[in-house]
C-alpha cells in the first residue's frame, strides 16, 4: 500500500510511474483518488498521473484528525510530490482539490507547471448555503447517512441521473464523523485568495459545467479572470464533478491543453 508519511500524516497516493511529464490530481470534498479514474486511464500512456486521497478522506483518514486548513492541505502536496522525486507538476484539482491547488500555486511556486482547476473557485462559501451544508453535516454525525441525506450530496456533487452515484454513496457512509465534521470545518473556514490571483503566473485551464449546483459558473469565470494566464472550457449539462460524470467533455480539453504546455 503506497503510502507517503509526511507532515505529521499518512497519505495514501497512487503513482502510474514513468518519464512523461507529471501531474498531480486532488479530490473533492467527500470524494477520493479514484474520482480521477478516468483522467488517468486517459493520460497514463504520455503522463506520469499521481492520485492522492487529503487529510481525512478514504485512505488517508485518521480517528484522530486535527484541525487544518487549505495550506495544510497544499504543504502535502508539495511535500508528496518531493517523497516521489518530483521537482515540478501540473495540479489538477477538482473543487477542493482546486482550493488546495490555489494555495500551493501561493505557497510553493515552484512546483507548479501548470493548473487545472476543475469545479472550483478562489472564494469562501455563500453564507446561507454554508449553513445549509453544515446544517446537513451535523445531521449526518448525529444519525449517519441516511438514503435521504444521501440523495442531496448525490445531487450536489454527481447530478441527479448519474449511474455511478450508487458506489460512491457506499463510500460516503463510511465515512467517521470526526473525518467528515473535520472537513467541513476546513471548507467553512477558508479564506478568500482571489484578491492573490495575479500572483499566480502558471498557465491554468479553468474547466467547469454549466449545471454545477455547488459552484456557480460565474465563480469560474471570476477565476479565470484573476488568473494570470487561463482559458475557461465550459462543459455543457455537467454538475459539480465534470470529470467524472462528463469525461467524454473534460479529458480532450485537458489533454489539449498539456499538450500546449512548454516542454
Not at 467524472?244 to 489539449?256: K, Q
Request: proline share 5%.
Amino acid at each position: 500500500m503506497p503510502i507517503a508519511e509526511v507532515n505529521g500524516q499518512r497519505l495514501y497516493y497512487e503513482d502510474t510511474g514513468g518519464s512523461g511529464p507529471a501531474v498531480v490530481f486532488s479530490h473533492g470534498l467527500f470524494m477520493d483518488h479514484e474520482m480521477f479514474s478516468p483522467q488517468v486511464e486517459a493520460l497514463r500512456g504520455a503522463y506520469r498521473c499521481i492520485t492522492w486521497d487529503e487529510r481525512g478522506h478514504a485512505g488517508s483518514a485518521s480517528d484522530t484528525l486535527a484541525s487544518f486548513t487549505y495550506y495544510d492541505s497544499a504543504d502535502d502536496l508539495a511535500a508528496l510530490l518531493a517523497h516521489l522525486g518530483i521537482e515540478r507538476a501540473v495540479l489538477a484539482g477538482m473543487s477542493q482539490g482546486g482550493f488546495l491547488s490555489l494555495r500551493a500555486a501561493l505557497t510553493h511556486p515552484e512546483i507548479v507547471r501548470a493548473l487545472i482547476l476543475i469545479d472550483t473557485q478562489a472564494g469562501q462559501e455563500d453564507p446561507e448555503r454554508l449553513k445549509g451544508h453544515m446544517q446537513l453535516a451535523e445531521t449526518w454525525a448525529e444519525h449517519g447517512l441516511s438514503d435521504q441525506l444521501a440523495g442531496i450530496i448525490e445531487g450536489i456533487i454527481l447530478g441527479e441521473t448519474w449511474s455511478g452515484a450508487e458506489a460512491w454513496k457506499a463510500k460516503w457512509r463510511k465515512i467517521k464523523p470526526v473525518n467528515m465534521l473535520g472537513c467541513m470545518n476546513t471548507l467553512a473556514g477558508r479564506d478568500d485568495v482571489t484578491p492573490r490571483l495575479g500572483q499566480i503566473m502558471a498557465p491554468a485551464l479553468v474547466v467547469h459545467g454549466d449545471a454545477d449546483a455547488a459552484i456557480e459558473l460565474s465563480l469560474a469565470e471570476t477565476l479565470a479572470a484573476g488568473l494570470g494566464d487561463a482559458k475557461l472550457v465550459v462543459i455543457p449539462g455537467a454538475g459539480h464533478a465534470a470529470n467524472l460524470t462528463h469525461p467524454a467533455l473534460v479529458n480532450p480539453a485537458i489533454e489539449a491543453f498539456l499538450a500546449s504546455l512548454p516542454s
